[in-house]
């Protein structure tokens, strides 16, 4: 072996494992999401699963997501047709349970699906911890420039995108993410997690309990 | 010189005549991938040069003359919004609301010209949306005719 | 359960390659003997494991065992069995372990055949082999495992993806090309043991490697056509070749490895190039990596793409190893690469390979350089570009044209030197071919230069070569007696490697007279039509006879009938269809193609009126479209002759000789004539 040649020829292969590895940090499907640190676009949709106590809203009640300012807010697109919703299901589910004294609030949102197999769907899986709601019409979806299911949004107190996950989340992401934005919260808000359980954050308005249009 | 310098001269000459064409080639033929937002901000360089615009078709505006085969929609992003226009059917998978690439060129009357249409469909599997069942594009079909 | 024990077998395999590659190495090193055939055991346990997980995987998929995760992702209980089987490769995890199975497979064929063999080229070859196949496990037993239980179980999965349950082709192209891309492994492994074990001074070991090659070589041909096949007739655009990332991964392994089919008889006649073809052997195999990364790591945008995942890594961290390791080896042992032979004349087969070689490296790096330049814009300037058909075609289309020529002049020259009164004889005659395909191209109405050098030089070529086969067979004739159709199966059996080599240049030939002109006068339209009316292309006129549509078990099918009109006769219909699959929001096109040997009419259903008044459809006329598909064919029976071993008794005395009956050539497997 002539291992003088031998390392500058390997050299050469520096430049090309160099470019796969910047491909990594990037992914050639995505439009850039322009969301984060916008305001995150405001919506009205009606809950058709309540989830489970102590974080349920009652089924038919509309969310309003302007009026959960002031906490944190973790909303994951899914459906009853993907596989990757249940990968990171049972994590999310747990996750919304150990964090449900804290001031956060979770919320699914069905996309392109029907509340009958998601309903079924839910119960299959062993139940939901945090209520979901129905975007029937997709414009939510549209909204927040949705790709694909699942994709999960942290808002933050002040209703901005604070990130966005493509794909299932995992609890460390998510113990990462929701913890910083907590930590951010004004003090206030932050001792006031009583008030989370009392579901303050709903507007009166009840639509037709099967929450399609 | 020697016949081994000869040769690495030779080598040296071709690699770089032929890096030299590659790198002129590629200049010539890249095409951009832009977003309405970023195609607008091109401003007169935006204008008649081949272009990938990506980004959401606009609900509402799809307009498709079955006859003249003219189709007409608006593409988005967050910010910033053309108006395509293509001769031809628009694809099988084509939805309001979905993740569309055209590629074309911008005019200067602010129509993108497309002259083909990429739609971008995710790797999941998605169930009809409500009131766009494909049932009820068939069906009507599937009673009463033989195949 | 399946899943569970499956997953167990995969462990073991990664075991015993582990195994078999620890031990192997220390077996050469410690020169114990048993020790090597353990590591040689260890290759055939390796297949029989993975095998046992494939058929695992079958099982459950036809089982409709859900608790399998990768039943879960593309079983359905509506999907009919043949496509049940064949989703076996229709997604990431399932595509791995079949990967693996090849690997298996060709691992065991190649290290039982040569176990005998003196000296530590075939251990190291197995210890290279069975490092492959350990990267392959750990993807099995971790990140692709497409035995994770799920749980709770669910009742029916979506179903594969509906792009590849669309056409009988999937079930052709994928194994085909893992036959193709696993096969360049087993090359790679022989020069990996002969640089480990010095024997790549010597010029043996690439009898072995020129073999297997030519065999991934056959595989990899057949499987670019089927997928140019496939695309043809599934993807609706009327198209075979996008210059897509994913179909340029599957094109630059061959061209190194064509370019290596040529140049290793360089090395064998004069003893040249032996570093150059080392280089070639390990870029083959490296491009067969780099190719699979790209397509499953999802790091360039491409129709083909598998889904992303953490799999990507992987594949970085093993091809950084596998190009660190290579370079330095071939780095390492370039100085005892001493060239015995040297060039004597510009004039001579030597030089034709030269420039063949030249003309194929180029060939490689444009298209590499194309299908990375996206990454390199961003990494470097930040901005998302893509490169499309116009860069690929002007660099292509001059290389293209010269390598077509070579095609004609290589099997022409003789080795070392020819006088120029050989030179005469043999490179003027073919210009009639020239003359008269060149005037058939201006006949038709080509005018892009470009189409009527590539025309003009498929005729110069085919005569060049259809005549060597003359000279062949009238020198038996006139030697021996013996009539033409002995002559010919004797001229091709007394040296199969080139006569083999030359069947493939026609096919070759084929390829490319058929995408030169269906290229050069494709016409289409696109038209809405009520039942009655018609659409005209270029002389081919059809009328849309009705809408239709039809309930099947596991899709809902429109479809619009045309019939195609001559002369007021209908002299054929066709059925472009849109199938609607459940799982699916969008139908999935199905066009219909209606092929005579002049060329194709593709019809696409484009959009249709759900009463049937009125259905949009695009009619493309495309001539010679069939004949790629057949010259597919040709080059892949060039090779099955190449490949062929050669009889044994050679030198019988003529009288002596059984009447030979005609040896009977596997027909090609796919991409066969009728099409």
Not at chain 1, 33 to 53: K, N, Q, T, Y
Not at chain 1, 84 to 99: P, V
Request: positive net charge; hydrophobic residues 50%; aromatic residues 12%.
């Amino acid at each position: 072996m002539n291992w003088k040649r031998s390392i500058i020829a390997a050299l050469f292969a520096v430049p090309l494992i160099l470019l796969f590895a910047y491909g990594f940090t990037k992914d050639p499907n995505n439009i850039p999401s322009p969301l984060p640190g916008r305001m995150a676009p405001d919506f009205r949709l009606p809950v058709f699963a309540s989830g489970e106590p102590p974080t349920t809203l009652p089924v038919g009640d509309t969310v309003h997501l302007a009026s959960l300012r002031g906490q944190v807010v973790v909303l994951n697109f899914w459906a009853s047709w993907c596989l990757s919703c249940r990968d990171e299901h049972r994590e999310l589910s747990a996750f919304a349970r150990r964090y449900a004294g804290k001031p956060v609030r979770f919320l699914g949102v069905l996309y392109n699906d029907f509340p009958a197999p998601a309903i079924n769907w839910i119960q299959e899986m062993g139940g939901q911890q945090y209520p979901s709601v129905n975007d029937a019409t997709a414009h939510t979806s549209i909204d927040y420039g949705l790709y694909g299911v699942p994709e999960t949004y942290f808002i933050d107190g002040n209703g901005r995108v604070a990130y966005k996950q493509t794909g299932p989340v995992t609890d460390s992401i998510l113990t990462a993410k929701v913890d910083s934005l907590i930590a951010a919260l004004p003090a206030a808000a932050k001792s006031g997690a009583a008030a989370d359980s009392a579901l303050p954050a709903l507007t009166p308005a009840r639509t037709s309990p099967k929450g399609a249009p | 010189m020697s016949k081994r310098n000869w040769a690495i001269l030779v080598a040296v000459v071709l690699v770089a005549t032929f890096g030299w064409l590659l790198y002129g080639g590629l200049n010539k033929n890249v095409v951009f991938f832009l977003t309405p937002k970023e195609l607008l901000a091109k401003g007169a360089d935006g204008y008649d040069v081949p272009v990938r615009l990506g980004g959401m078709v606009v609900p509402g505006t799809v307009q498709w003359d079955e006859k003249t085969l003219h189709l007409q929609f608006k593409v988005t992003d967050d910010s910033g919004t053309v108006l395509v226009h293509e001769t031809g059917a628009p694809p099988q998978m084509f939805q309001p609301g979905m993740g569309v690439v055209v590629e074309g060129k911008f005019g200067r009357d602010n129509v993108f010209q497309a002259t083909n249409l990429m739609v971008k469909h995710s790797n999941e599997y998605h169930p009809p949306k409500p009131g766009e069942k494909p049932e009820e594009m068939y069906k009507t079909l599937i009673k009463g005719s033989t195949p | 359960m399946t899943g569970m024990f499956a997953h167990d077998a995969l462990l073991v395999s990664l075991f015993a390659v582990l195994f078999g590659a620890v031990i192997g190495t220390l077996g050469i090193r410690g020169h114990r003997q048993d020790w090597v055939q353990l590591a040689f055991g260890s290759v055939y346990a390796n297949f029989v494991l993975v095998t046992i997980a494939t058929l695992a995987m079958i099982y459950a998929l036809v089982t409709h065992d859900y608790s399998v995760s990768y039943v879960a992702q593309v079983g359905s209980n509506e999907t009919p069995l043949f496509y049940t089987v064949i989703s076996l490769w229709g997604a990431l995890e399932g595509s791995i372990l079949f990967w693996a199975w090849v690997l298996g497979a060709y691992s065991t064929a190649v290290i039982w055949i040569n176990r005998k063999r003196a000296g530590n080229l075939v251990p190291w070859a197995a210890v290279t082999l069975l490092v492959v196949a350990l990267f392959f496990a750990i993807l099995l037993v971790w990140p692709a495992n497409p035995f994770h239980s799920v749980f709770p179980v669910p009742s029916d999965g979506p179903g594969p993806n509906p792009l590849l349950q669309n056409h009988i082709l999937m079930a052709v192209h994928p194994p085909l090309l893992y036959l193709g891309y696993v096969g360049m492994s087993v090359p790679f492994a022989f020069a990996a043991g002969a640089m480990f074990s010095g024997e790549v001074a010597s010029d043996d070991w690439i009898r072995i490697s020129r073999t297997w090659t030519m065999i991934a070589w056959g595989f990899l041909s057949a499987a670019i056509i089927a997928g140019m096949w496939w695309s043809y007739e599934v993807l609706g655009w009327g198209g075979y070749w996008a210059w897509d990332p994913v179909e340029n991964a599957s094109f630059l392994p061959w061209l190194t490895a064509t370019a290596y089919l040529h140049s290793v008889m360089v090395q064998e006649r004069r003893g040249m190039l032996k570093l150059w073809n080392l280089n070639l052997m390990v870029g083959t195999f490296v491009l067969t990596i780099l190719g699979t990364f790209l397509t499953r790591s999802g790091i360039l945008s491409s129709v083909h793409a598998f889904t992303t995942g953490t799999i990507g890594y992987y594949f970085l961290t093993f091809i950084g190893i596998v190009l660190v390791w290579a370079l330095a080896m071939v780095g390492g042992v370039s100085d005892k690469l001493k060239t015995r032979g040297h060039l004597e004349s510009v004039t001579s087969r030597e030089t034709v390979f030269l420039f063949n070689n030249l003309f194929l490296t180029a060939f490689m790096f444009t298209v590499l350089v194309g299908t990375l330049f996206p990454l390199v814009a961003e990494a470097l300037r930040g901005v998302k570009v893509t490169v499309g058909q116009p860069f690929f075609d002007k660099m292509t289309l001059p290389l293209i044209s010269a390598l077509i020529f070579l095609v004609g002049v290589g099997p022409a020259l003789p080795w070392g030197s020819a006088s120029r009164d050989v030179l005469k004889r043999k490179l003027l005659p073919p210009i009639a071919g020239a003359v008269v395909m060149g005037a058939i191209g201006l006949a038709v109405g080509a005018r892009n230069p470009y189409a009527v050098l590539i025309f003009a030089f498929v005729g110069y070529s085919a005569f060049a070569n259809l005549r060597e086969y003359w000279i062949g067979m009238k020198a038996r004739h006139a030697a021996h007696g013996e009539n033409w159709g002995l002559a010919l199966t004797r001229l091709v059996g007394g040296n199969r490697r080139r006569y083999g080599g030359y069947v493939a240049h026609l096919g070759v030939l084929l390829v490319a007279l058929g995408i030169a002109a269906s290229q050069s006068f494709r016409r289409e339209r696109e038209a809405t039509l009520e039942p009655g009316q018609s659409i005209t292309v270029s002389g081919h006129t059809a009328r849309l006879k009705e809408v239709w549509g039809r309930q099947e078990p596991q899709r809902a099918v429109i479809g619009a009938t045309m019939e195609v009109v001559e002369n007021g006769k209908v002299v054929a219909t066709a059925d472009p269809r849109m199938n609607f699959y459940p799982t699916q929001s969008a139908p999935v096109p199905t066009p219909q193609v209606i092929s005579s040997i002049s060329g194709d009419l593709y019809f696409n259903l484009m959009a249709f009126d759900q009463n049937g008044s009125h259905a949009t459809v695009k009619l493309i006329v495309q001539p010679l479209v069939p004949w790629i598909w057949f010259g597919g064919g040709v080059v892949v029976l060039g090779a099955i002759i190449g490949v062929f071993p050669k009889r044994k008794r050679r030198t019988v005395p003529a009288t002596a000789r059984q009447p030979v009956p005609a040896v009977p050539l596997p027909l090609p497997t796919t991409g066969g004539g009728e099409a």
